[in-house]
């Protein structure tokens, strides 16, 4: 019997797709987006558009230049583009979205092969890009704009103020829980990221096991830090600030830059909650997501190596 191997994402449903996969993320991040446009409005719409149209932009024109069939129906470039934008600040200046969505799908996705081949996640492989060329655009200080008529975008981000004045001024749970808080454009509400996170998670569109994992290890290692005094904020703030939750559900989650077996995610997720806990309380960047996904995507081979299950069958493994 001939048996083909195709890249993933690897669907055991056959009524699911690639796009239909896409397109409950997209329905997933509904409620952020809608949150992002009350509270940062024109600006959300202007960061997340340019994402889009550069992302599928970008699509299309390699493959035409490569001599290979569109996929742009596959929405997957669209929802690159969508995830990008949530996580740019509001303040961007317009070239850093149409740079980062550019490098997304140039060098995190098209150069590997297109979609499936990828070992890093495209979106944030074009914000780390725009993060290390354009510091200042993206830094603490670009996301406050002293003369704004929203009083949330004259403060400081909530993780910004714990890393410059030992968590006093920190807002309370519900700001945070809300998410009328400064930030990044689709991360400061964990209401409406765990609403769309849950219906990803009833989908079954995420694997459980990873978001489990980062909370898990977030939550753990927040109270170690917690009650030892390293950290000055507490594990509920750790977990509502930031663009930990959103990198939780929507980012750690991508089926072909994560690992294949159950297992191997759970270790997956508890490494990316473990690494952004220690970004955000020992290195100079009060955020650590970006980072931590990337890390870990370069380990996905080594994980899946280890906690892919022989099938029944295969050869018996050697004994230690």
């Known amino acids: 019997m001939n048996v083909s191997v195709a890249s993933s994402p690897h669907f055991s449903n056959t009524t699911t797709s690639t796009q239909r996969m896409m397109i409950d993320v997209m329905i997933a991040l509904i409620p952020v987006v809608a949150l992002s446009l009350w509270v940062f409005r024109w600006h959300a719409i202007v960061q997340i558009g340019l994402c889009m149209l550069v992302c599928a932009l970008t699509e299309s024109a390699w493959k035409k230049l490569s001599g290979k069939p569109a996929s742009i129906a596959d929405a997957s470039g669209l929802l690159t583009g969508l995830i990008l934008g949530l996580s740019l600040p509001w303040s961007a200046p317009l070239y850093v979205p149409i740079i980062a969505s550019f490098m997304a799908i140039a060098l995190g996705k098209m150069v590997f092969g297109g979609l499936g081949m990828n070992l890093?996640?495209?979106?944030?492989?074009?914000?780390?890009?725009?993060?290390l060329s354009f510091a200042g655009a993206l830094g603490a200080s670009a996301y406050v704009y002293p003369d704004a008529s929203s009083t949330i975008l004259t403060q400081a981000t909530p993780l910004?103020?714990?890393?410059?004045?030992?968590?006093?001024?920190?807002?309370g749970f519900w700001p945070l829980f809300l998410g009328t808080t400064n930030g990044s454009i689709g991360e400061t509400s964990a209401l409406a990221i765990l609403t769309g996170g849950a219906y990803l998670l009833v989908r079954r569109t995420a694997a459980w096991q990873i978001p489990a994992g980062v909370l898990a290890s977030c939550i753990v290692l927040g109270l170690i830090f917690e009650f030892t005094?390293?950290?000055?904020?507490?594990?509920?703030?750790?977990?509502?600030?930031?663009?930990?939750?959103?990198?939780a559900f929507f980012i750690a989650t991508d089926p072909?830059?994560?690992p294949l077996a159950p297992k191997g995610r759970l270790i997956f997720g508890l490494g990316v909650g473990t690494l952004i806990m220690i970004l955000r309380v020992f290195s100079s960047y009060p955020e650590g997501v970006m980072f931590a996904v990337?890390?870990?995507?370069?380990?996905?081979?080594l994980i899946n190596r280890w906690t892919i299950p022989t099938p029944i069958g295969g050869p018996i493994p050697a004994k230690p």
């Not at 950290?231 to 600030?241: C, E, R, T």
């Not at 990337?294 to 081979?301: E, G, K, Q, R």
């Open 256 to 258: 072909v830059s994560s």
């Open 229 to 247: 005094g390293i950290s000055n904020l507490n594990v509920i703030q750790h977990l509502a600030s930031g663009s930990l939750l959103f990198g």
């Open 160 to 171: 910004t103020l714990a890393k410059e004045s030992a968590g006093a001024s920190m807002p």
């Open 294 to 301: 990337l890390l870990m995507n370069a380990v996905v081979p």
């Open 120 to 131: 890093f996640n495209p979106a944030m492989v074009g914000r780390a890009f725009v993060m």
